[in-house]
């Protein structure tokens, strides 16, 4: 746990905090902390500071909290994935929200099954959990926005001229001769489709209403390891 994320509720005064849950049982029994250490902390959608360790019983710490800076910047990315299958979605999700990726949107596809849509893990809960781990992991207190929509010509054609609305509209897509940018830094709606891809009639679509198709090279990835390559290397410096 590289940041201890706070709720309002763990405050027992404005500036001090009680934890007794599984962020508890992880610094005990991972992080090891004691009295007197210092531990990065932030407050779930503000500030991010340090928390002083004043007490460590059996089954809760108590800490003095600083908070007083802004968390990192979150990339100008805005990322629409056909819904993946319910094992390969949380990884995602978690290493998304750790890139700094704050909405995505979770779209059908023709490939897409119908049965991963019934998944307890498209429960806001769930997705929550996995946010939440993402945040920890890179010192950041922002949670993503998710939004699911089931049906992709209805999505593509009446909200997403919007999302994209002054940014580079790009589709990853192995069948094109086109290489994917490197760097470039700038606002980006990426669409990453379903294992297999998206059928030609979707591709045709996407592009339909701006969406240029873009390759990563000759080997086929799978999402879970193409979504964040396809990130770090927009975003490469």
């Not at 910047?73 to 704050?102: C, D, F, Q, Y």
Request: charged share 25%.
């Amino acid at each position: 746990m590289n940041l201890v994320l706070l709720n309002l509720k763990d405050f027992i005064d404005p500036e001090h905090v009680r934890i007794n849950d599984r962020r508890f049982k992880h610094l005990v029994s991972v992080n090891r902390v004691k009295e007197n250490d210092h531990v990065v902390c932030g407050l779930l959608n503000g500030k991010i500071g340090t928390g002083l360790i004043k007490k460590v019983s059996h089954d809760f710490i108590d800490m003095k909290i600083c908070l007083d800076h802004d968390p990192p910047e979150p990339l100008p990315l805005t990322l629409v994935l056909a819904l993946p299958r319910p094992k390969m979605l949380k990884r995602i999700i978690e290493s998304v929200t750790s890139l700094g990726v704050k909405h995505i949107y979770l779209i059908n596809s023709w490939r897409v099954e119908k049965s991963f849509w019934q998944s307890p893990l498209l429960n806001d809960d769930q997705l929550r959990k996995h946010m939440i781990l993402g945040l920890e992991q890179s010192r950041d207190t922002v949670l993503p926005k998710i939004y699911k929509r089931r049906f992709f010509t209805q999505f593509v054609k009446e909200e997403l001229p919007l999302i994209a609305k002054d940014s580079l509209c790009m589709t990853a897509h192995p069948k094109t001769s086109n290489i994917c940018p490197a760097g470039v830094n700038k606002k980006i709606t990426l669409v990453i489709g379903p294992e297999g891809g998206f059928i030609d009639i979707e591709i045709d679509t996407l592009e339909q209403y701006g969406f240029s198709s873009y390759h990563i090279g000759p080997r086929i990835l799978r999402v879970e390891t193409a979504v964040p390559y396809l990130i770090s290397r927009l975003y490469s410096k």
